[in-house]
């Protein structure tokens, strides 16, 4: 069974810092990652993934994502954070090759500081 | 951009009770699905439904759940005699093709506390 594990629940880092949100997953096959953003009341928005290619991905907000798969690994990157950008984070795996049943990891909170 | 409706944003009810929880999707979606996140634990997925049938469900999906598409613009979730552990935030999606499709749109999400 495929999963996902974001070692970092909580981030802190003043704004115009980098960002480095970790993400591990564990699947069978070559897998199709996510990433989704949760603001405050809002609902999950997708930020990036990656299904197959350049294994650099380019999101939205300026975010990008590497897929290394000799590390089973899916880090979410900004090289300058904005203080809009406090939110929850979630890494997620597609399931049996599919984007649409999606194993998510436990999020990770980004508290930006002025 | 458009977007996935949930109404309404808290349920109470009380434990033993039926509840429906409702979603519009984007009007041009096919397909449509449930997932929960249960406070401090991860994004589950619950459900997918498509052409008026479920396509995948999850174990947590069980004789307890239904889902049900009543007229061309909602999507419903009902829960028959609810439970204490089914206290979550519950999030309906919709997308516009299943295998090939590359992205979900969520809605804001529905919190159901049961007493």
């Known amino acids: 069974a495929q999963s996902v594990t974001q070692p970092d629940i909580h981030i802190t880092v003043s704004e115009g810092a980098s960002l480095e949100l970790r993400c591990n997953y564990s699947?069978?096959?070559?897998?199709?990652l996510f990433w989704y953003v949760q603001s405050p009341g809002q609902g999950l928005q997708l930020l990036l993934k990656y299904f197959s290619g350049d294994t650099l991905v380019q999101g939205i907000k300026g975010f990008e994502a590497e897929f290394k798969r000799s590390q089973s690994s899916f880090n979410l990157r900004k090289p300058s954070v904005h203080w809009s950008d406090a939110a929850e984070y979630f890494c997620?795996?597609?399931?049996?090759?599919?984007?649409?049943?999606?194993?998510f990891g436990t999020g990770t909170r980004l508290q930006v500081t002025l | 951009e458009p977007e996935v409706t949930q109404t309404p944003s808290h349920q109470v009810t009380q434990m033993g009770q039926e509840v429906i929880l409702r979603c519009v999707p984007i009007s041009n979606h096919l397909y449509f699905y449930w997932y929960r996140q249960i406070l401090g634990q991860k994004v589950e997925f619950l459900v997918s439904?498509?052409?008026?049938?479920?396509?995948?469900k999850s174990e947590i999906f069980d004789d307890q759940f239904s889902v049900e598409r009543p007229d061309g613009s909602n999507f419903t979730l009902k829960i028959r005699s609810t439970k204490l552990e089914d206290s979550a935030m519950y999030f309906c999606?919709?997308?516009?093709?299943?295998?090939?499709?590359?992205?979900?749109?969520f809605g804001s999400g529905t919190q159901l506390s049961v007493l």
């Open positions: 439904f498509y052409n008026n049938e479920i396509s995948e």
């Open positions: 699947y069978g096959a070559t897998p199709y």
């Open positions: 999606a919709s997308s516009e093709a299943g295998l090939t499709n590359e992205k979900l749109f």
């Open positions: 997620a795996v597609g399931a049996g090759g599919t984007a649409s049943k999606l194993t």
